[in-house]
T-cell receptor, first 115, second 114 residues
Framework: AQSVTQPDIHITVSEGASLELRCNYS??????LFWYVQSPGQGLQLLLK????DTLVQGIKGFEAEFKRSQSSFNLRKPSVHWSDAAEYFC?????????????WGLGTSLAVNP | DTAVSQTPKYLVTQMGNDKSIKCEQN?????MYWYKQDSKKFLKIMFS???????INETVPNRFSPKSPDKAHLNLHINSLELGDSAVYFC?????????????FGNGTRLTVT
């Protein structure tokens, strides 16, 4: 079955610390991977995506993610977290196979940042 | 300049009432969506329209009826509201039909049914 797992429901880091949010997927076709961020009271915004090529992708707000096919993972990283990064982060997977039109979403990781 | 705008932002109503949420996008996208986000932040796609044609119709109660008068607008009408309908409803749009086109979300409509 197709699924996306974000093992960490909630993470707290100190401002300035590094961050890694985990995402694992189970998908039959070639996966196309996304990270979205949802700030409080806002809609979701695309941080970055991976379709093909270099497995390390850069996104907005200083985020990056690395696709590891052998581990079925697409973890999101940031070297130094800012207080404004406190938000909900969602990993999602899609495909260009067949008639696929829906993203599969993870349940999200809530990030809190301590001053 | 808002790309995807939805109204109202908040909606508080009583059980049994009928309400509508409106969405408009000025991005020139072909595809629009309604998502429901529950209190645990779980995102569930409800409907999707491409050029006014319904292309995704998930298993939702038929009290929910989307309508797309043109490709820039997608409305959601809900009949006979129930307590379980309380959630945040997001409109989104994308260029293209498949699941690979990045989604642009509105800021959501928080529906509270009392």
């Amino acid at each position: 079955a197709q699924s996306v797992t974000q093992p960490d429901i909630h993470i707290t880091v100190s401002e300035g610390a590094s961050l890694e949010l985990r995402c694992n997927y189970s998908y039959g076709a070639t996966p196309y991977l996304f990270w979205y961020v949802q700030s409080p009271g806002q809609g979701l915004q695309l941080l970055l995506k991976y379709f093909s090529g270099d497995t390390l992708v850069q996104g907005i707000k200083g985020f990056e993610a690395e696709f590891k096919r052998s581990q079925s993972s697409f973890n999101l990283r940031k070297p130094s977290v800012h207080w404004s990064d406190a938000a909900e982060y969602f990993c999602a997977v899609g495909s260009n196979a067949g008639n696929n039109r829906k993203l599969i979403w993870g349940l999200g990781t809530s990030l809190a940042v301590n001053p | 300049d808002t790309a995807v705008s939805q109204t109202p932002k908040y909606l508080v109503t009583q059980m049994g009432n009928d309400k509508s949420i409106k969405c408009e996008q000025n991005l020139g996208h072909d595809t629009m969506y309604w998502y429901k986000q529950d209190s645990k932040k779980f995102l569930k796609i409800m409907f999707s329209y491409n050029n006014k044609e319904l292309i995704i119709n998930e298993t939702v109660p038929n009290r929910f009826s989307p309508k797309s008068p043109d490709k820039a607008h997608l409305n959601l009408h809900i009949n006979s509201l129930e307590l379980g309908d309380s959630a945040v409803y997001f409109c989104a749009s994308s260029q293209g039909l498949g699941s690979l086109s990045p989604l642009h979300f509105g800021n959501g409509t928080r529906l509270t049914v009392t």
